[in-house]
């Protein structure tokens, strides 16, 4: 096979593997082989040519020799590491660079794959390098879509149609004023929803007053939405402004509205119906202008056939609905999620972001969510804390699809707990082997087998 040298530029679709070593038999072989594990290679006698090849958006890793003329492996990785200090670097060594490849490793290197080996080998490390350098770019634009994004899609992120759908709707009725049913699971986003609504309509400047319908004792309930004056009633000392009279001009919040009292849903239907209400214990009209938005998690018009809920109030408030997927059900928008939620974080806590493993996306896309976004968000804040130790007790996640032969399944378990264990050790390396009950060396070796890539202490 004739030596390939190929300067182009290299975009996301091009190789796999930029291949740099001087000698010509074994950079042939090294590349045969790899080819033959289905990676794409291009590969290069010069490091000075390979560099020609190499930018910020090159989607694949460099595999090169450490002792080569004219640019060693050393100084050549220093030079791609300068391009983009994520690019992953694999440095092949002969038996006498191993102190250099472990210092390289310090300097920035992905792994080196002591001589002799497997082509296997060397074809499962650079998958490896891979996995994390498209989790890289694809994190890129994660964060270029979000530092490009404004208005309604600040709030209402995601990809996915059913997202994009929902961002419309918004834009299409925030400004009428008309009422809405907002249907989502728990912690889907509704009240996010809802705050849209109203942050992009002409009540925008005017109050947005929520009120969960589930946490109020049914006993102060008429006086939290319609107030009272004083003596309405025992411990009624002064006169109490409503949380309705309060909204005038904004919106008001109805969460979980499928848990108001049926007594209250008859004057809440009058309310809404004549856009006045009377304080308790009065008889003095007072008109409001007020958006209504209702929130629930369940299906009001079958709760309404049931005879839990008033089947005229269900069909006065629906006069528009919109529902929101349940994140289980939107998957590509995990990512971009986790992302935001992850700075928001930062901004609160005033921490710094750690890394976005591929272990962690495969847990983050593996889990069920039941919780939805707002699980999501708690997962985002441990994680940006420190805290976070996957979806089980403080091990590798339950929910992980630990998936494929045993081999596989057992290496992704294996480098799950490791992954966790550095985590908790704040990557202090000596705590980790201790906590393993392995010895320094056994860590070593597994963390290079497994691909695990660390800035830990030893």
Known sequence: MMPREDKTNLTQSGPDILLVDDDDDLRHALRQGLELDDLDVVDFKRPADALEAIHRDFAGAVVSDIRMPDMDGMQFMARVLEIDPAIPVILVTGHGDIQIAVDAMREGAYDFIPKPFRVQDLGAVTRRALEKRRLVLENRIL????????????????????????????????????????????????????????????????????????????????????????????????????????????????????????????????????????????????????????????????????????????????????????????????????????????????????????ALERQLLAHEWPGNVRELRNVADRWVLGLWNGFGNGGPSAGEDFGGPLPDRMAAFERAIIETEIRKAGGKLKDVYEALGISRKGLYDKMRKLGIASDAEG
Not at 157 to 170: F, K, T, Y
Not at 234 to 256: M, N, P, W
Not at 272 to 288: C, F, T, V, W, Y
């Open 143 to 358: 964060r270029s879509e979000l530092d490009a994004v404004s208005g309604i899609a600040e709030r209402i992120v995601g990809r996915s149609p059913a997202i994009a759908a929902l961002r419309d709707e918004i834009e299409l009725i925030a400004d009428t004023g008309a009422d809405v049913i907002v249907i989502g699971e728990t912690g889907a986003g509704k009240e996010v929803v809802a705050r849209a609504l109203h942050d992009f309509s002409p009540r925008a400047s005017a109050s947005f007053v929520a009120l969960n319908c589930a946490a109020l004792p049914p006993d102060i309930f008429e006086s939290e939405l319609f107030g009272h004056e004083a003596g309405a009633f025992t411990g009624a000392s002064k006169q109490r402004i409503g949380k309705l009279e309060h909204a005038d001009g904004g919106t008001v919040f109805l969460d979980e509205i499928e848990s108001m009292p049926l007594d209250l849903q008859a004057k809440l239907l009058r309310a809404i119906e004549e856009r006045a209400i009377e304080r308790l214990g009065s008889n003095k009209r007072i008109p409001l202008d007020v958006r209504f938005i209702a929130a629930t998690k369940s299906d009001l018009s079958q709760e309404a056939k049931a005879g839990r809920f008033r089947a005229d109030l269900f069909y006065r408030l629906n006069v528009i609905s919109l529902s929101i997927p349940p994140l289980r059900d939107r998957r590509e928008d995990i990512p971009l999620l986790f992302e935001r939620l992850a700075r928001l974080a930062r901004a609160r806590y005033r921490r710094e972001i750690p890394e976005f493993t591929p």
